[in-house]
């Protein structure tokens, strides 16, 4: 299944620096797009989401930009900080009743000091 | 903060076993969910939960799974006859109905089958 690719499986970063966490996509049935965030045993914290209709959503120093003609997504950290340091998961729910999330293979994102 | 919890932590069980993973969703939520982690792999999705009916269900959830909410509160996946394959992080997740499209997780339940 790879409707949904972070080609990414890792990206290192310095303090106080943007983060850019990329996202693919192949089924044009996606409506609604999530990010969530994981640390090591912990289940995925929801950070920010963003619909079809839209291209950007802000909500303070993250913002997700979707450009659905090319099939993308990306996130953005400004600035980002070491406890950011976690892995991050781009999910797409596909259109329907059930509200299916596919998620991403993830990308471990590590802010240094 | 509201949130999503799980019990056990970490299950182990044998296989052939049958094991009951146990969620409280957040209160106000209507839509339910089940997924899980396969170590190594990504997060699949198992089932969703609405209106005390499967809504949707994933080719993974065969007859040897169900989910059932038995009372106000809480949420649960039976796994019948547990086979090794099964070993993997669970994680029950929720959302409120009417748009509200964000799946709030709970911390996942570890399961080893042996």
């Known amino acids: 299944d790879q409707q949904v690719k972070q080609n990414s499986p890792s990206l290192s970063v310095q303090e106080g620096r943007i983060s850019i966490l990329n996202c693919d996509y192949t089924?044009?049935?996606?409506?609604?797009f999530l990010w969530y965030k994981k640390y090591p045993a912990e289940g995925p914290t929801f950070l920010i989401s963003?619909?079809?209709?839209?291209d950007k959503n802000e909500d303070g120093r993250f913002t997700v930009f979707l450009n659905k003609s090319a099939k993308h997504l990306s996130l953005h950290i400004v600035p980002s900080q070491p406890g950011d340091s976690a892995v991050y998961f781009c999910a797409a729910k596909l259109g329907g009743y059930g509200n299916k999330l596919v998620f991403g293979a993830g990308t471990i994102l590590r802010v240094k000091s | 903060e509201p949130e999503v919890t799980q019990t056990p932590s970490h299950q182990v069980t044998q296989m052939g076993q049958e094991v009951i993973l146990r969620c409280v969703p957040i209160?106000?939520?209507?839509?339910f969910y089940w997924y899980r982690q396969i170590l190594g792999q990504k997060v699949e999705f198992l089932v969703s939960?609405?209106?005390?009916?499967?809504?949707?269900k994933s080719e993974i959830f065969d007859d040897q799974f169900s989910v059932e909410r038995p009372d106000g509160s809480n949420f649960t996946l039976k796994i019948r006859s547990t086979k090794l394959e099964d070993s993997a992080m669970y994680f029950c997740a929720s959302s409120e109905a009417l748009g509200g499209y964000e799946q709030y997780f709970g911390p996942g339940t570890r399961l080893t089958v042996t």
């Open positions: 089924n044009s049935m996606f409506d609604y």
């Open positions: 209160s106000n939520h209507l839509y």
């Open positions: 939960f609405y209106n005390n009916e499967i809504s949707e």
């Open positions: 963003i619909s079809s209709i839209k």
